[in-house]
């Protein structure tokens, strides 16, 4: 047993479920708010990534300047698509709002091909050093800065449903939305905030894997990958989602070390985690911080 190569295993599954973690909140925050699930989450990731790349390539300005300006777009990009695209949906059938996000994701997959071309392009250096030894472990400065990042922004994102104008006014639309309008609550501004905070954060993660492994489509696979970790802590949870992203990067770092010392199965990475959400999601079917859906008849 390589005891090493296990703690190493494990400080990146916690590292890298806090990533995980945070998208899973982009989520959570758009159902929450319009209890509508994006299928076009992985493409926000994917946006980001190529608009943070594209300051700092084409453009030339400093990562200080260039992650701001990109997350001032995401933000402004989050409203325009709720505004022009999703709100003239508002009152159709759930199912129809879905359709339209995956059509939106495909929409978007195309564009960003036909604008940066279908070659991975690698990330500028952000870092001087790109790991940092730790109590002898190797650990990637991006996925420190990431750690920092995602915990500020929890912490954030839970001051901000808790004290702030509009995360109350958040909270009271995905309670009922009929009650929130006779308060004199603006659902539409809600909805639009809720996209646009949800693009920014995917941005920060789109931006910190594409640091590690590069900008390519395939960036935007993250949004179904991180999609169990959301149910499994609970779709309306913020809490529920970050504990799921948790327990998904630690669950594929474990299954990879016991496929590479004991099993050499070779796939067990990436099903794992799937194995333990249906086993979890058979006991508790909201997932584990989710709201029970109560019908009296």
């Given at each position: 047993m390589n005891a090493q190569f296990l703690i190493q295993l494990l400080v990146n599954g916690l590292v890298v479920g806090t990533l995980y973690g945070v998208v899973a909140m982009s989520f959570v925050l758009i159902y929450k708010a319009t209890q509508v699930v994006n299928f076009a989450q992985g493409e926000l990731l994917l946006v980001g990534a190529w608009v943070c790349w594209a300051l700092l390539v084409k453009f030339q300005l400093p990562f200080w300047i260039g992650m701001p300006l990109t997350l001032v777009f995401m933000f402004v990009f989050g409203i325009a698509i709720q505004v022009v695209i999703l709100r003239p949906?508002?009152?159709e059938p759930i199912i129809s709002v879905i359709?339209?996000?995956?059509g939106l994701s495909t929409v978007f997959q195309a564009a960003l091909k036909w604008i940066f071309g279908v070659n991975p392009q690698p990330f500028p250096d952000v870092f001087t050093s790109k790991s940092i030894d730790i109590f002898g472990l190797q650990i990637q400065t991006v996925y420190?800065?990431?750690?920092?990042?995602?915990?500020?922004?929890?912490?954030?994102?839970?001051?901000?449903f808790r004290a702030s104008k509009y995360g109350l006014a958040?909270?009271?639309?995905?309670?009922?939305?009929?009650?929130a309008q006779s308060l004199g609550i603006s659902v539409k501004t809600v909805f639009a905030i809720s996209w646009a905070i949800s693009a920014t954060v995917s941005a920060v993660a789109g931006v910190v894997v594409a640091v590690v492994n590069g900008v390519s489509s395939g960036l935007s696979a993250y949004g179904i990958k991180v999609f169990p970790a959301?149910?499994?802590?609970?779709?309306d949870s913020i809490g529920g989602a970050v504990l799921g992203?948790?327990?998904?990067?630690?669950?594929?770092?474990?299954?990879?070390?016991?496929d590479s010392q004991f099993l050499h199965w070779g796939n067990l990475y990436e099903i794992?985690?799937?194995?333990?959400?249906?086993?979890?999601?058979?006991?508790?079917?909201?997932?584990?911080?989710?709201t029970r859906d109560i019908e009296r008849i």
């Open positions: 949906m508002i009152g359709m339209v996000t995956i420190i800065m990431s750690l920092v990042v995602s915990l500020a922004m929890m912490v954030g994102m839970a001051w901000f958040m909270r009271a639309t995905a309670f009922n939305q009929q009650v959301a149910i499994l802590g609970g779709l992203g948790v327990i998904i990067g630690l669950l594929e770092n474990i299954a990879q070390y016991v794992a985690p799937f194995y333990v959400l249906i086993i979890i999601l058979m006991i508790k079917p909201y997932g584990l911080f989710g």
